[in-house]
Structures are given as C-alpha cells and as structure tokens.
C-alpha cells in the first residue's frame, strides 16, 4: 500500500503528559514525623498541642509544628474533645450514685455480704 492515496487531517494532538507530577497531592497528615495538631509524641511522652489565637487575626497556630491553622479545625476539635468529656463527667456521676445506693458487697475471700462502710 502506498501513502499517495492517504489525505492527512488537519488535526493536531496532544502532547503527552509530562513526568512533573500531579498538580495538586493529598498528603497524609499521620505519616511518620508529621503533626496530627492534637498530640505528637516526644521523647517516649505524649505531649498535647496548644492553640496559639492572636487577638485581632483570622487564623490559629499550632504549638507542636507552628503551622497556621483553619479556626473552624480547631473549633470542632475542642468541640469533639468538651464531648468526651461531659460524656466521661456523666459516666462517672451515675456510678457514684450507683456505689452510693449499695449497703453490701459479697466478700472476695469468704464469698459472704459485708457491709459497706462509709467514713
């Protein structure tokens, strides 16, 4: 078959996609040495993030990575943590009212009631 009879298109095409990269990564914030901006662990201790909040600026930074962070990030973040807490605050007075109610508790060792003291 010869070319003589082929009528190229006027189309041109695209280059190739280069080497470069992705534009845009989605980084994992809890890889090996990066800042959760809650917690890091130091030295063998868990060492607690602080909010640094500058009076007058729209942004908050972390106190472990000084990276400046989104305010509602924050925000929901110590939302989430007061959560936990007045779950573990109400956890612990239903069970002192619960051991408050008890006269009597069955003995370890001889398996038979004894009274609860209350000093």
């Known amino acids: 078959m010869s070319d003589d009879n082929i009528t190229k298109l006027p189309i041109k095409f695209k280059a190739p996609p280069s080497d470069d990269g992705p534009m845009l990564k989605i980084v994992d914030r809890y890889d090996r040495g990066s800042c959760n901006h809650s917690y890091q662990f130091i030295n063998g201790r868990t060492v607690n993030a ?23 990030f924050v925000l929901r973040r ?3 943590e007061e959560t936990q ?35």
């Open 85 to 119: 807490w007045e779950r573990s605050r109400k956890t612990y007075h239903e069970e002192m009212a619960r051991l408050k109610e008890r006269k009597a508790t069955k003995c370890e060792h001889c398996s038979k009631m004894t009274r609860i003291s209350r000093r």
């Open 78 to 80: 110590l939302a989430h």
């Open 50 to 72: 602080k909010y640094l909040i500058r009076e007058g600026e729209m942004e908050v930074e972390c106190s472990l990575c000084d990276t400046k962070l989104d305010p509602m």
